[in-house]
């Protein structure tokens, strides 16, 4: 192992969340980690596919983003996952963990 360069090795208890919910048209799978990691923001992770994101309240509100990461082909679709993520996610701005 001498040619890899340790970044963080971090232990932590965090916070999970699991929530499924339906749409007009689909359904959503979610577990939510909230770490003290990642600048703060909370890693999102869809259950049925397995794509993973970490998302703060600008994130949020940028629909193509949220298409291209949960490949969701829709806007309404998009756009109803973020009004999802608005209500769930904590709003307070995120950190930045080299302070």
Same mark, same amino acid.
């Given at each position: 192992m001498d040619i890899f360069e340790k970044l963080y090795d971090e232990h932590e208890q965090a916070k999970v969340r699991f929530? &499924?919910?339906?749409? +007009?048209?689909?359904?959503? +799978?979610? &577990? $939510? *980690?909230?770490? +003290?990691?990642?600048? &703060?923001?909370? !890693?999102? *992770?869809c259950m049925q596919t397995g794509?993973?994101? !970490? #998302? +703060?309240?600008?994130? $949020? /509100?940028? $629909? /193509?983003? #949220?298409?291209? $990461?949960?490949?969701i082909k829709d806007k309404k679709q998009a756009a109803d996952l973020a009004e999802f993520f608005i209500e769930t996610l904590p709003s307070i701005p995120f950190h930045t963990q080299y302070e």
């Open positions: 929530i &499924g919910f339906v749409t +007009d048209h689909t359904r959503y +799978d979610f &577990g $939510i *980690v909230y770490t +003290d990691m990642f600048f &703060g923001k909370p !890693l999102v *992770v794509r993973s994101t !970490l #998302l +703060d309240p600008r994130d $949020i /509100e940028d $629909i /193509e983003f #949220l298409q291209s $990461i949960f490949r």
